[in-house]
C-alpha cells in the first residue's frame, strides 16, 4: 500500500520536525546543556534496557574530537527486520516518535524510555546519526542527517556479534550557551548509572583532549557500594551500608524493593531516590515509606528497650541525621507529579516500601543491638541539640524585634520597598563596603559589608546557639528579614515541625541577593561560607534562584586614553594581542585588581554592579542531595584539599543572561 507509506513518511518527516522546532518539549532545555546531554542519556538508556532483559554486560561512552557521542552496546541489536514497504524496524525506531512502543511489549522494558522520547529525538536534533548493528549474522549500516536517513539499511559485513553502535553529532544550529559535552557531568551521571545496575559495566571515554581520559565504573555490590562511595570521605558509624531488598504484589504487578542505607558522624540527611532507574529528585511515596519505616521501626525498638531516656519519642529527623541512603524501586506502571519525573506518586508503593523496610530493619536491629544502640544514642543527641537550636532561633527572633525594628545599623539599605526590584550586595570588607555604598544606585540596591570571615556553620551543627550568636550573621538573617531555619521538606515533617518563623522566601526584603567578594582564594572561601550559611538556613532563597555571585573584573587594561576592563586570563591575553596588533610599540598598562578595595566607586559600578552591563552568575542546585555532600567535603577538615576544591567547583553557578 503506497498511500500508506507516503502517509506514513510525511508523519515521521512531521514528528521530526517538531522535535527540531520545539526541542524542549522533547529533551530539556536547549540553553543550558541539558536537552545536549539529554541525548546521551537517551541512547544510554536504551542500552541499560538491553542489560536489564539480560543481554548486555558492557556500555561504551565516548565523547570524541568532533564534538560527537559514541555510545556501544554488547546488546542484542536493534531489529532489522523488514518492517514495512522496504524500510527496516530499525529505520522505523530511528525516525518515529515513541515507535518504542511498537516493540516494547513483553520482555522489553524501556529503563529511563519512561521518559517516553526514544532515540528518534535524538536523531532528529543530529547534525549526522550513525548507526552500527551486529545482528542475525550481519554487520548493519545506515546514516541519517538530522533524522533523515541518507540511504537504506545495508548489511555491510558477516558478523558473529551482536550489540548496537550509535554515533551522533549534535546540530548545533539548535543548542546554544552550553554547546559543549561537560566530561564530568557525563561521567557522574553513568557512574550513578551503573551503581544502579549491579554488574552492568560502563567506560566512560573523553578523547577531545590530547591526554584521553578513561574511566571504567562496575559495580558488583550494586546500591550497597554507591552508599559506601556516598560516604567515601565521611565518619561513618558502622562498617557495612545495610542493605534491603524484598518485593511485594501490587495493583499492576510485582514491584521490587531495593534498599541500603549508612549512618555517618554527619548532620544531614542524604537519600537518592528512584524508580525505574529514573531519579526522583523531589523523592515521593517510595521516600515516605521509608522514612515511616525508620521512625517506626527505631522508635519502637528504642521504647521497648528502655533506651530513650529523657525524650519521649525521638522525631523523624533526629533518627535520619547523618544518614546516607538509597531508595530504589522497580514498578510495572508508575506514575509522577509532572513530566519531569521529579516526584514519584503512586500511592501504593508507600506502603510497600515501608513494610519490606520494617521486615528488614527490625530483624537487623534485634540480630545487633550494639548497632541499634549507636544509631539510637546519635537520634538522641540530634533531639537534644534540635531543642538548644529552636531556643536560640527564638532568642534571636525576639532580640531582633526588642532592638527597635531589627535592620541593622550596618545595613546601607534601598530606598525602594518593593522587593522584586531590590537587590542587596553582600560585601567582603568595610572598605568595598564604602565604595559599594557610593556607586551603587541607592533607589533599589542595598549594601551590607560583613567583616572578615563568618562562622563555618557546617562545623557548628551540634552547637546551634553559636550560629544565632554569631554577628554576622544575625546581621544577614535580619537584614534579609525573612527568618531562618529551613522549613520541613514534606508533609510528614511539617508535622513534628510547626511553623516557628523558619525561613520564606515571602518575605525576602530583596529578589537578588548578591555576594561581592575578592576575585581571589580568601574570596572564593568567604562567599562559600556565606552560600553554606545560606543553604543549611536559608536553602529555598538557593533553590528558588534568589542567591547571585558578582563577577569583579580580574584586570584593568590601559593603552592611551582607551581602558578594558578584563574578567578572565584568556581574556586578558586576547585584549592585550588586540592592542599589540593595532600598534607594535603602544604602552600597554596592566592592572591587577587583587580586591574589591581596590576600585573606586564608579569603576565598581561601571564593572560589576550596573544592571545594564555587569555579568551575575546565578547559584543553582542540580540536585539538593549532591549539594549536601558538595558542602560536607567544602567544609571538611582537610583544609588544603577544600581550599583547591573550592577554587574549582565551589558550586554549579551558570551564566545568567542579564
Ligand atoms: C527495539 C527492540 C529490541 C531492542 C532494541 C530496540 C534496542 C535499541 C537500542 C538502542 C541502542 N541500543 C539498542 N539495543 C536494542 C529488542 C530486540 C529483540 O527482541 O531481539
Redesign the pocket.
Given at each position: 500500500m503506497s498511500d500508506d507509506y507516503g502517509a506514513d513518511s510525511i508523519q515521521v518527516l512531521e514528528g521530526l520536525e517538531a522535535v527540531r522546532k520545539r526541542p524542549g518539549m522533547y529533551l530539556g532545555d536547549p540553553h543550558d546543556g541539558s536537552a545536549l546531554h539529554h541525548c546521551i542519556w537517551e541512547?544510554v538508556d536504551?542500552?541499560v534496557?538491553?542489560h536489564l532483559?539480560g543481554y548486555?554486560p558492557t556500555i561504551e561512552v565516548n565523547v570524541e574530537k568532533d564534538g560527537s557521542i559514541t555510545?556501544i552496546?554488547h546488546?542484542?541489536?536493534?531489529?532489522v527486520s523488514q518492517h514495512e514497504e522496504g524500510v527496516s524496524?530499525a529505520e522505523v525506531?530511528m525516525t518515529k516518535l515513541h515507535a518504542?512502543g511498537k516493540?516494547?511489549n513483553e520482555?522489553?522494558k524501556v529503563a529511563g524510555g519512561l521518559h517516553g522520547v526514544g532515540?528518534s529525538a535524538v536523531n532528529a536534533v543530529s547534525e549526522y546519526l550513525e548507526m552500527i548493528i551486529h545482528?542475525d549474522g550481519k554487520e548493519w549500516y545506515q546514516k541519517y542527517a538530522r533524522g533523515v536517513p541518507e540511504g537504506r539499511l545495508d548489511s555491510i559485513a558477516d558478523s558473529e556479534k551482536t550489540?548496537?553502535i550509535?554515533r551522533f553529532k549534535p546540530d548545533l544550529t539548535i543548542f546554544s550557551d552550553v554547546i559543549e559535552f561537560d566530561f564530568d557531568q557525563i561521567n557522574t551521571r553513568l557512574r550513578r548509572t551503573a551503581f544502579l545496575n549491579a554488574g552492568l559495566e560502563i567506560i566512560v571515554r573523553d578523547l577531545r583532549a590530547d591526554e584521553e581520559v578513561i574511566i571504567e565504573h562496575k559495580y558488583d555490590g550494586g546500591l550497597k557500594e554507591y552508599v559506601g562511595w556516598m560516604n567515601d570521605k565521611k565518619e561513618v558509624l558502622h562498617e557495612d551500608p545495610l542493605h534491603i531488598l524484598g518485593s511485594k504484589e501490587g495493583d499492576k504487578g510485582e514491584v521490587h524493593v531495593e534498599v541500603s542505607l549508612q549512618w555517618t558522624g554527619a548532620y544531614t540527611e542524604n537519600i537518592h531516590c528512584f524508580t525505574n532507574i529514573i531519579h526522583n529528585s523531589d523523592g515521593g511515596t517510595h521516600l515516605s515509606g521509608l522514612k515511616s519505616a525508620l521512625t517506626r521501626t527505631i522508635n519502637s525498638y528504642a521504647q521497648s528497650r528502655k533506651l530513650l531516656k529523657n525524650v519521649n519519642s525521638l522525631s523523624g529527623e533526629d533518627i535520619r541525621e547523618g544518614i546516607s541512603a538509597v531508595v530504589s524501586i522497580k514498578h510495572p506502571d508508575p506514575s509522577f507529579n509532572a513530566q519531569t519525573k521529579a516526584k514519584l506518586v503512586t500511592s501504593e508503593v508507600a506502603g510497600i516500601v515501608e513494610s519490606v523496610v520494617n521486615d528488614k530493619l527490625g530483624e537487623f536491629f534485634e540480630e545487633n543491638p550494639a548497632f541499634a544502640k549507636i544509631i539510637i544514642e546519635k537520634a538522641v543527641l540530634s533531639s537534644k541539640a534540635r531543642e538548644a537550636a529552636r531556643k536560640a532561633r527564638d532568642l534571636t527572633r525576639r532580640k531582633g524585634v526588642l532592638e527597635g525594628g531589627g535592620l541593622p545599623g550596618k545595613l546601607a539599605d534601598c530606598q525602594s520597598r518593593d522587593p522584586s526590584e531590590c537587590e542587596i550586595y553582600i560585601v567582603e570588607g568595610d572598605s568595598a563596603g564604602g565604595s559599594a555604598k557610593t556607586g551603587r544606585d541607592r533607589r533599589t540596591q542595598a549594601i551590607l559589608p560583613l567583616r572578615g570571615k563568618i562562622l563555618n556553620v557546617e562545623r557548628q551543627q551540634r552547637n546551634i546557639a553559636k550560629v544565632f550568636q554569631n554577628q554576622e550573621i544575625q546581621t544577614m538573617i535580619r537584614a534579609l528579614g525573612a527568618g531562618v531555619g529551613n522549613p520541613p521538606e514534606d508533609e510528614e515533617e511539617e508535622q513534628e515541625n510547626k511553623d516557628e518563623g523558619l525561613f520564606n522566601t515571602d518575605k525576602l526584603r530583596y529578589d537578588k541577593i548578591i555576594l561581592m567578594t575578592d576575585a581571589d582564594v580568601d574570596g572564593a572561601h568567604i562567599r562559600t561560607l556565606i552560600l553554606t550559611f545560606l543553604w543549611r538556613f536559608m536553602k529555598p532563597a538557593i533553590m528558588q534562584g534568589h542567591v547571585y555571585v558578582a563577577q569583579p573584573p580580574l584586570y584593568q587594561i590601559t593603552r592611551g586614553r582607551k581602558s578594558h576592563y578584563v574578567y578572565t586570563d584568556e581574556e586578558r591575553d586576547v585584549i592585550i594581542e588586540e592592542l599589540r596588533g593595532e600598534s607594535e610599540n603602544a604602552k600597554i598598562n596592566i592592572q591587577r585588581y587583587k580586591g574589591l578595595g581596590e576600585m573606586n566607586p564608579e569603576q565598581l559600578w561601571e564593572t560589576t554592579m550596573d544592571p545594564a552591563v555587569r555579568t551575575l552568575l546565578q547559584v543553582t542546585v542540580e540536585d539538593a542531595s549532591e549539594a549536601d555532600r558538595l558542602f560536607e567535603i567544602l567544609m571538611g577538615e582537610d583544609v588544603a584539599e577544600r581550599r583547591s576544591f573550592i577554587e574549582k567547583n565551589a558550586l554549579e553557578v551558570t551564566n545568567l543572561d542579564v
Open positions: 541512547v536504551n542500552a534496557d538491553e532483559a548486555n555510545v552496546d546488546g542484542r541489536g536493534i531489529p524496524a525506531i518504542g516493540f516494547d520482555a522489553y532515540v545482528r550489540g548496537t550509535i
